[in-house]
């Protein structure tokens, strides 16, 4: 059977991600399944996202232009769902991007949004479009 069984994202400041990451996985309909020192995973469906701390980590920000992973894409449900994400999402550490082109920032039958958190990393957050 074909899809992602996880991903996990190496942060340098854990209690920083922790509240970002919380409140956007939350949002998506993910679910806290384990937490230790060091990090913790959510999951949803057969996937899960681990975020965790590393000695091996290098530097401290995340660059998404550089070669990679750029973002990751959540499935969001309803149009309102993105609406919703999108409005609070500067109360809980994600900035929006592409705000000028917002929803459609990825074509006119695209329905998402685009956010970065402090550290860099960008979330995409996609509509159903049935």
């Known amino acids: 059977m074909a899809g992602i069984?996880?991903?996990e994202i190496w942060v340098a400041d854990l209690d920083e991600a922790r509240a970002e990451w919380r409140w956007l996985l939350d949002r998506l309909?993910?679910?806290a399944v384990s937490e230790w020192r060091e990090g913790e995973s959510w999951a949803a469906g057969d996937?899960?996202?681990t975020m965790t701390t590393s000695p091996n980590l290098v530097g401290s920000t995340h660059d998404r232009r550089m070669p990679g992973?750029?973002?990751l894409a959540f499935k969001a449900g309803a149009r309102a769902r993105v609406d919703a994400i999108m409005a609070e999402a500067d109360q809980h550490g994600w900035r929006a991007l592409y705000h000028d082109r917002y929803p459609h920032a990825g074509g006119p039958s695209h329905y998402a949004g685009w956010l970065e958190n402090s550290a860099g990393?960008?979330?995409e957050v996609v509509a159903d479009e049935s």
Request: hydrophobic residues 40%; proline residues 0%; positive net charge.
């Open 121 to 123: 990393f960008k979330a």
């Open 5 to 7: 069984h996880h991903v």
């Open 47 to 49: 996937s899960y996202l």
């Open 69 to 71: 992973v750029n973002h």
């Open 29 to 31: 309909g993910f679910n």
